[in-house]
């Protein structure tokens, strides 16, 4: 029942999508004047992240550095050198969503994008006790 009521919710709350901008430069991510790990980018459900390679030879890899599921939610595939390659990943579920270059990454090219419920959602939501974050990798 609380399943249906959230779809229910969620289907008549029909946002915007916003699309977020981070470009890959260097060694860095950067967003809004922060890298890697400073990078505080939160986006609602249903947004969208679009990576933009300015220099570098670079991939966008789900997860952490080493982790045995890395690249199991999204992945840009293998690393480009290619300067104005673009790759977008649209974020439905909340949660914190770890990220990483896969030849930089032990160098500390490391980010996350938080994945918080749409405007107004989150209040609807907390009564059912459907309203968790989870760190996704």
């Known amino acids: 029942a609380a399943a249906a009521a959230a779809a229910a919710v969620f289907a008549g709350t029909s946002a915007a999508q916003t699309t977020w901008d981070v470009t890959i430069e260097g060694m860095n991510f950067v967003y ?33 550095p080493g982790d045995a599921d890395a690249g199991s939610v999204f992945s840009s595939g293998d690393p480009t050198g290619t300067p104005g390659t673009v790759y977008e990943f649209t974020f439905n579920d909340i949660g914190v969503y770890d990220y990483h270059c896969a030849v930089h990454g032990a160098g500390g090219m490391v980010s996350q994008v938080r994945v918080v419920p749409g405007p107004g959602v989150g209040a609807l939501l907390l009564p059912l006790g459907l309203l968790g974050a989870r760190r996704r990798r």
């Not at 400073?38 to 300015?54: E, F, H, K, P, Y």
Request: charged share 10%.
């Open 32 to 64: 809004n004047g922060q890298t890697n790990t400073a990078i505080d980018l939160v986006i609602n459900a249903g947004d969208a992240v679009r990576w933009t390679w300015v220099s570098g030879f670079h991939n966008v890899v789900s997860g952490l």
